[in-house]
């Protein structure tokens, strides 16, 4: 088993316990998309109109959707796009702390 520190994972120690951290107040425990479950269903239209539950959330519409032929959905280079900037932000992240 890993050697991991729990207090960088939630957790600090309170005496001779651990307990979990709670969230400060205006912090979301996840993104509002997960939050708010929006997800559509929608057959004809292909998501291009208003009565898509996604479009009038101003979301794309995600893999949770029950849609079909889509057009809300993010391309697959806008995915690889944002797939590449976070795998560079993780990236300078361990520089950054390999260096403190």
Known sequence: MPNMDPCKFGWEITK???RPVMLPNGVDVAPIEVLEMT???CLSSK????????I???LNCTELCGCKECENKKSDLEQ???ETEDD???QN???CSHDA
Do not use: F, M, Q, W
């Open 47 to 54: 998501c291009k109109t208003s009565r898509c539950s996604c």
């Open 93 to 95: 992240e361990e520089i």
């Open 39 to 41: 997800r559509c269903k």
């Open 16 to 18: 001779n316990s651990l």
């Open 80 to 82: 690889t796009d944002s």
């Open 56 to 58: 009038r959330a101003g």
């Open 88 to 90: 560079e932000d993780v």
